[in-house]
């Protein structure tokens, strides 16, 4: 795509990649881009750059606007690769830049590039750069989500660069939020946001908050959202800073995820009773199958859920693959504010059961004990069971919802 001016002077430059399917280990059904900006002022200024593949993408955009040996400075907010591993194909074409970085920044680079003859400025929160016309502030943003991070406030444009937070992983035409809404749905856009922020950012919740208190408290008058990912934040930032907000507090709907996997199907037949006992007390529910379905979309269909019920077969006395690893990688994931249960079938001894709560135990999660395990294969009368189990665990969802209302 080619540039697209967001605001006087101040231009997309970046890259969609619509063919991205495994985001390092992620799954991106509707790709995603690498978003960076071009300010062309008195001082040319290049805020971020793209993934390694599209160097050629935004070189060309910028060529569209100016020589790039003209611009003098580039403003790193970010070093994952996906924003930063062009970078030294951008200074090898603007040999002249200074590169603005976080501290932690420059040692990541360092690491990446031979960085020796680059010109450094290391700039922490507070920091200004005067491109002419426009002053950037600089916000450190430490662990959203890298030790590196930060944004660029644009102050004369009320532009806030704000790198991967507020992003999401669509590939679009559309550059702002509301021509997508207008082409694709609001519901769609909503969808892209939860799924990034369980799976990039819900261990910073805490952080999250303190940060969007800490920008609230500096008194910034921010009228436009630009991530590195996704569509700009044009019309209403404010819908997706309370979004977040939402989120870091937990927020989530009256509704069950039941993720399971199974052998033979008998943890599967339990989902059946399971899906009716909570749909009879008026629940919403989901069931994921987690061999059927990416780790990337189980973790987002727990997130927007206040209940989860893990169904797992016994194996070895122990938890099923599938499922042991499904927990492993949410405990690195630290959710908040969730109601957990497990159920499973088992041959002999049983196990799985008990190890799906002791990994709600380790995740702090409030839990709903005991679980239910069927020998073999579900009876009429553990289907029963069952069914009697979800009703009681969907009354105790419902309950526990109530303390975030
Ligand atoms: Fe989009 Fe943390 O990189």
Redesign the pocket.
Known sequence: MKAVEIKPDIFWVGAVDWAVRDFHGYVTPNGTS?NNYLIMDKQITLLDSVKHDFAQVTIDNIRSLTDPSAIMNLVIN?I?P??ASSIDKIMALAPNATIYISDKGKKGLDRHFDTSNWKFRIVKTGDILNTGRYNLLFLETPML??PD?MMTYVKEAKLLIS??AF?QHIATSSRFDDDFIESASHSELEDSVIDYYAN?LMPFGQLIKAKIAEVQKLGLDIDMIAP??GVIWRSGPGSIIQKYLDMANGKASLSIAVIYDTMWRSTELMTIPLMQGIKDEGIDCKIIKLRATPMSIAIKELWKARGCLIGSPTINNILYPSIAEFLNHLRGLRPKNRIMGAFGSYGWGGGAVRDAYDEFKKMKLEIFEPGIQVLYKPSQEDEKKCYEFAREFARKVKEYHEKFI
């Open positions: 690498y970010h994952e996906d924003h989500h890298w991070s790198q991967d992003g990039i590195d990912h």
